[in-house]
């Protein structure tokens, strides 16, 4: 589920909003489980695939799709993985967008957060520049 149809069940009534996000909480609680997770102890960084499909035809907005991270994090914290989704143990979250219309998923990997670890790059419009 993406913000779009998130908002629109909240429009509907404040419990289609929250029945709506228990189920797609629910259903990354059933993948934790099946991949059999370890808790984590420290702070770490969370890497989202984000592969999607087409719906009526068109691809989905960037920033409606990434709306699902709040229900992968709500799960992690929920089955005990994470103690909390708060920026103290979630340090990043990184998102990759890619197009697969026969098998559209999402995939996610943690890694134990490193502050040594990464370099983080953006382009302004003058150029390239790093900050570390």
Same mark, same amino acid.
């Given at each position: 589920?993406?913000?779009? #149809?998130? $908002?629109?069940?909240?429009?509907?009534?404040?419990?289609?909003?929250?029945?709506?996000?228990?189920?797609?909480?629910?259903?990354?609680?059933?993948? $934790?489980?099946?991949?059999?997770?370890?808790?984590?102890?420290?702070?770490?960084?969370?890497? $989202?695939?984000?592969?999607?499909?087409?719906?009526?035809?068109?691809?989905? !907005?960037? +920033?409606?799709?990434?709306?699902?991270?709040?229900?992968?994090? +709500?799960?992690?914290?929920?089955?005990?993985?994470?103690?909390?989704?708060?920026?103290?143990?979630?340090?990043?979250?990184?998102?990759?967008?890619?197009?697969? #219309?026969?098998? @559209?998923?999402?995939?996610?990997? $943690? !890694?134990?957060?490193?502050?040594?670890?990464?370099?983080?790059?953006?382009? @302004?419009?003058?150029?390239?520049?790093?900050?570390?």
């Amino acid at each position: 589920m993406g913000l779009n #149809e998130y $908002i629109n069940e909240q429009r509907r009534s404040i419990y289609a909003g929250a029945k709506a996000k228990r189920k797609q909480t629910d259903i990354v609680r059933a993948c $934790i489980k099946a991949a059999r997770l370890q808790p984590y102890a420290c702070p770490v960084e969370i890497r $989202i695939v984000w592969i999607e499909g087409k719906r009526k035809g068109k691809v989905r !907005d960037i +920033d409606n799709v990434r709306f699902g991270a709040k229900f992968v994090l +709500d799960a992690l914290q929920e089955e005990g993985i994470i103690p909390n989704d708060n920026p103290i143990w979630v340090r990043h979250i990184f998102d990759q967008f890619r197009y697969n #219309e026969k098998n @559209p998923r999402i995939q996610v990997a $943690i !890694d134990e957060y490193d502050p040594t670890g990464r370099h983080v790059f953006y382009a @302004p419009v003058t150029g390239l520049k790093e900050l570390r």
